[in-house]
């Protein structure tokens, strides 16, 4: 492909990426294939200092996200955000969104404050609304749930404002995540499923797989594992049928985290150490509520297998995502 036929797949891809449809998964699979062109493009595009540099960041960082290339995605966010390009408050959503990915709380909350700040003074509910539950992920992970529900609350407020009924979906997903933290199920049972309600209004696939994996946890710690274990059917065919290589591990955690529940303990550790595996080797960390999960799951797992959980976790540090997957179906 030729640069301006590239920037073309982009600029095609872009209304897909930012706000996710069904044509979404395609789209990322089709950028995928380009990666290679695509890196180049942007990193020439940069040192250029051509605006169509920050236009291409804006458009791909969701990709970089979701197809997990996210510590070359935040080197070239950084670089056009330092190049001051025009763009900042949507290259900032970005960088924030993949510094908090990948762990990086100080560099996370120093992008999304300096966006906030932006969208507030350009007087947007819907982008407040966004920018507010970016806040309170931050929030999330440092543990702190009353400001979790100020900045939630805040967004929820600007996103009754706005003509789209989904604009409160951020919002209303932050205030589950809090809910479920705090170990308030049916609180947050009753927040996930609305937010999925409005995730099937728009047609927003990933996020739905997103919520059903959440709901999976909310019914186990319930007590309902007939429950949890349709959520996790839901969730993970979806997962393994669009070959979402952001939501892949979760699958694997969940598929662990169940087998654990059950007594299959050394299939628990296998998928266990898989989910990690994959973690570390795409830069990123679970999600704050995923983490104690995890956590959790591990601190079990050595306790129950004693001399045996050695062997049992390597075995899964060297699971091809094929093997991987089978074994989650069983």
Same mark, same amino acid.
């Given at each position: ?184 199920? +049916?609180?947050?049972? $009753? /927040? ?5 309600? @409005?995730? !099937?209004?728009? =047609?927003?696939?990933?996020?739905? #797989? ?78 704050? +509520?995923?983490?104690? $999960? /995890? ?5 079990? @797992?050595? !306790?129950?297998? =004693?001399?045996?959980?050695?062997? #049992? ?18």
């Amino acid at each position: 492909m030729t640069a301006e036929d590239l920037l073309q797949l982009v600029r095609d891809a872009r209304p897909h990426l930012l706000r996710a449809d069904p044509e979404t998964e395609s789209w990322l699979s089709r950028l995928e294939d380009r990666h290679d062109e695509l890196s180049a493009l942007v990193d020439d595009l940069l040192a250029r200092g051509e605006p169509e540099g920050g236009e291409t960041c804006v458009a791909l960082w969701n990709f970089w996200w979701q197809r997990g290339h996210m510590s070359e995605g935040r080197a070239f966010l950084e670089r056009a955000v330092g190049s001051g390009d025009v763009d900042r408050e949507a290259l900032l959503k970005g960088l924030g969104t993949i510094a908090f990915r990948q762990g990086d709380l100080d560099a996370a909350d120093r992008a999304f404050t300096e966006r906030f700040v932006l969208v507030e003074a350009g007087n947007s509910p819907a982008d407040v609304a966004d920018a507010s539950a970016d806040l309170a992920r931050v929030a999330l992970r440092r543990g702190d749930f009353a400001e979790v529900r100020r900045h939630a609350e805040r967004g929820y407020a600007a996103a009754e404002r706005v003509d789209d009924p989904a604009a409160i979906r951020l919002p209303l997903h932050m205030r589950a995540a809090a809910a479920r933290m705090e170990a308030r199920y +049916d609180e947050a049972r $009753e /927040l996930y499923l609305r937010s999925i309600e @409005l995730n !099937e209004q728009v =047609g927003n696939e990933v996020n739905i #797989a997103g919520e059903n994996h959440n709901l999976f946890y909310v019914a186990l710690h319930s007590g309902d594992r007939e429950e949890a274990e349709r959520r996790f059917r839901s969730s993970s065919e979806w997962i393994f049928a669009n070959d979402n290589a952001y939501l892949r591990p979760y699958a694997f955690l969940d598929a662990g985290v169940l087998a654990l529940h059950d007594g299959d303990v050394e299939r628990s550790a296998q998928l266990i150490s898989c989910a990690r595996r994959i973690f570390e080797e795409t830069d990123s960390i679970p999600d704050p +509520d995923d983490y104690v $999960e /995890l956590e959790g799951a591990v601190t079990a @797992l050595k !306790e129950r297998l =004693g001399d045996r959980f050695e062997d #049992a976790w390597s075995v899964g540090q060297r699971l091809t995502t094929d093997e991987a997957e089978a074994l989650a179906r069983r």
